[in-house]
């Protein structure tokens, strides 16, 4: 199975301009053939927040459900808490707002006993600001506001150290606290408030660190408004996303199997590809196998990043590539490119320097073609690092600039440093084509 993102986003598709639609990978745990429901009991009832969770069920779900006999009756809340709560207490069927990680957490600190059926959607956060237009024009002392629940306050940290405002103690990860943070070159003072209030200080902070749903519903859009996101490729991306909860002893009911059904439907795909903003659309939705995960089960991916050399301006795809201003040496590049193909110890072309795992990665084929005043480099492998493939590109262009040989490359991959290997090339240019299963 193969799913193609088209995206300036590259694969993180954006509901109402920022939330990410992943029932491609949607699994369905724990659903077995048993049967622990009411025959009779036709109603639904769902604890959600307003956007775009809410929007998502009365709009789109409530009819497919309808066409099954069910009735389905959706309960908004504004905070993060009670929806949680009115589960355990079988006030309601189920709730659909929260990730992974906060789940965890709620259970633990409540003693609650809810668990996951299924991941729906990503939403990522972003970092908001009403006095700055880009994150380089952060003064000394800067005021940030985040949420201070644990797990979204890492994930607010995260996307700082993400920006490079910030570093976090190694191996932190999604257990990051204020505490943790080991360098603040700009001093960044921290206001920590509820998830909710955080769009609320917009004005009275210099950026405040949003969640998606928060951000939806004060009137911001990702696209357009956020300094920065959650990338693709990051911690945020593999974890976050947002799940169906039941009270354990309830995922195997029919009413539930039903609930899950419907947010994995063609009608769903539908309903978010007329809300996705022009150039993003959702191909095709399925429902994958018991214990399927998206990240862990890919066997390969295709990357291509396009450079344009042509003596006049790309107007119409100019967000989509990178100009050269300079003709770089082809063959020059595709002799290095050989000697980067294969398994090999990539640390020299990852941005992580806190990476832990093992960066040894198979990249099976690097084509680099050129066709008319564009010239492609199509990377296919099991995996790659951190803006591995930006920097691997950086790397060749610099060889078919002449600042570097084809063969000083081999002494890159050597290195393991990457101080040694060539720059980040811009994400302009960057698509991830294909994802193998």
């Known amino acids: 199975m193969s799913h193609s993102l088209t995206s300036k986003k590259a694969a993180i598709a954006l509901f109402a301009g920022i939330v990410a639609f992943a029932l491609a990978a949607l699994a369905l745990t724990g659903c077995s053939s048993s049967n622990n429901s009411n025959s009779d009991d036709k109603k639904i009832t769902v604890a959600a927040v307003p956007t775009p969770h809410a929007e998502i069920l009365n709009n789109a779900v409530a009819p497919i459900l309808e066409k099954e006999g069910y009735t389905l009756e959706v309960k908004e809340f504004t905070d993060y808490v009670q929806p949680n709560d009115v589960t355990e207490n079988g006030d309601v069927d189920a709730n659909y707002f929260q990730h992974g990680p906060y789940l965890d957490n709620f259970n633990q600190e409540k003693g609650t006993h809810l668990v996951s059926v299924t991941a729906i959607h990503f939403e990522p956060m972003g970092i908001y600001s009403k006095s700055i237009s880009d994150l380089k024009e952060l003064k000394d002392g800067a005021k940030v506001a985040v949420p201070n629940d644990a797990t979204n306050e890492a994930r607010a940290l995260l996307l700082l150290q993400q920006e490079g405002l910030i570093t976090l103690k190694d191996g932190v990860g999604v257990t990051a606290t204020v505490n943790d943070i080991v360098s603040n070159p700009k001093n960044l003072t921290f206001n920590e408030l509820e998830a909710a209030n955080v769009p609320n200080v917009v004005d009275d902070v210099d950026i405040a660190i949003i969640n998606g749903n928060y951000a939806i519903a004060a009137g911001f859009k990702v696209n357009t408004d956020a300094l920065a996101v959650e990338s693709a490729d990051s911690e945020a991306a593999k974890t976050y996303a947002n799940l169906l909860v039941v009270k354990d002893g309830n995922q195997d009911s029919d009413k539930i199997k039903a609930l899950a059904a419907a947010l994995n439907s063609d009608e769903v795909r539908d309903y978010m590809n007329h ?54 040496d082809l063959a020059a590049m595709q002799r290095a490119a050989e000697i980067l193909t294969g398994e090999h110890d990539y640390k020299s072309f990852c941005s992580n320097p806190q990476m832990k795992k093992s960066t040894v990665r198979i990249v099976d084929s690097i084509e680099i073609v050129r066709r008319k005043d564009y010239i492609y480099f199509n990377y296919h492998g099991t995996g790659f690092l951190q803006n591995m493939v930006r920097i691997l590109t950086g790397t060749l262009l610099e060889v078919g600039q002449g600042k570097r040989t084809p063969e000083s490359v081999r002494q890159t991959l050597e290195a393991k440093d990457r101080t040694q290997a060539g720059y980040t090339a811009p994400p302009q240019g960057l698509c991830l084509m294909r994802v193998d299963y």
């Open 275 to 328: 809300y996705l903003p022009d150039d993003i659309c959702v191909q095709e939705a399925k429902l994958a196998a018991d214990r399927f995960h998206a990240r862990y089960r890919a066997v390969g991916k295709l990357y291509t990043y396009t450079c344009y050399v042509g003596d006049t301006k790309p107007v119409f795809n100019r967000k989509y590539v990178t100009v050269l201003d300079y003709q770089p």
